[in-house]
């Protein structure tokens, strides 16, 4: 095991990529619960269309974003991601460990 990326694949641990996205869906949730400072209404918000089979009830509203640097930044791809995540996450009860183990 001469490469860092072999010993990662060894010791089970998540990638960079991962382990970021992990934690931008946690400070989503902790920013809608309100358990932040910052005030959760400036930045998001409910999305106001019925349930699908693509959306679920807690879905939350998209950003646009006209450029790629504005589509990559925090708030557009994290509320992507969000909406992205099965109905099953939100009806856990410890929504961050349920996250948890969706990476794992």
Do not use: C
Request: glycine share 4%.
């Amino acid at each position: 095991l001469d490469s860092p990326s072999q010993l990662i694949q060894a010791n089970g641990i998540q990638t960079l990529q991962a382990r970021r996205k992990l934690a931008r869906l946690k400070f989503l949730f902790h920013l809608q619960q309100g358990q932040t400072r910052i005030d959760p209404l400036q930045y998001i918000s409910p999305l106001a269309s019925r349930t699908t089979r693509h959306r679920h009830q807690y879905s939350l509203t998209p950003i646009f974003a006209r450029t790629n640097m504005f589509k990559f930044s925090f708030f557009p791809r994290t509320l992507s991601d969000w909406n992205g995540l099965p109905l099953e996450l939100f009806i856990y009860t410890n929504f961050v460990q349920g996250l948890e183990r969706l990476d794992n």
